[in-house]
């Protein structure tokens, strides 16, 4: 068995798997900012909203062939939000110590729209954000194979060649 250090900042803790066929570890929110251009109480744009889970990882193996590495994940809760994942997954490198955080788009709604002087603004609608505490992504460890590239002037042919849904419907 793979032994980790996983160092965790402030009282929030990892929840522990539940049963040995759970994947993900899942991460809570310690605090969030909101990065955007705000107005009267309201927000002209939104960047993103970016959460710090406090959680730092040294997942690290020495002298080793291959190295673990770990992949951020939204819940599924995230289809109750309007948030969606700025990278789609993110990556944290065995070498990476800081604390993890985690970028989500706000995809504001009509009802979220406020008028002022012919411009619209956005209201966050907190419902619709994690919030302090709230579980908010899943850590996923992965192992890395150190593989050794080789260019060559042409690969061997397959029959797998043609671009989007090769294998049929």
Do not use: W
């Amino acid at each position: 068995m793979n032994k980790n250090k996983i160092f965790v900042k402030n009282t929030i803790k990892l929840t522990e798997k539940s049963s040995p066929l759970n994947i993900g570890i899942d991460l809570k929110a310690i605090s969030y900012t909101i990065v955007g251009e705000k107005m009267n109480g309201f927000y002209k744009s939104i960047d993103y909203i970016e959460y710090d889970t406090g959680v730092q990882l040294d997942s690290s193996r020495r002298n080793c062939e291959t190295q673990l590495y770990s992949l951020i994940y939204p819940r599924s809760s995230i289809s109750n939000k309007n948030l969606l994942l700025c990278n789609g997954v993110g990556l944290i490198d065995a070498n990476y110590r800081d604390s993890i955080k985690i970028r989500f788009k706000y995809i504001h709604q009509a009802k979220d729209l406020r008028s002022f002087n012919d411009l619209f603004m956005i209201d966050i609608d907190e419902s619709k954000i994690y919030k302090i505490g709230n579980k908010i992504g899943q850590l996923v460890f992965c192992e890395d194979v150190n593989v050794h590239i080789e260019y060559v002037p042409e690969l061997a042919s397959s029959d797998r060649t043609g671009g989007f849904g090769t294998t049929g419907e």
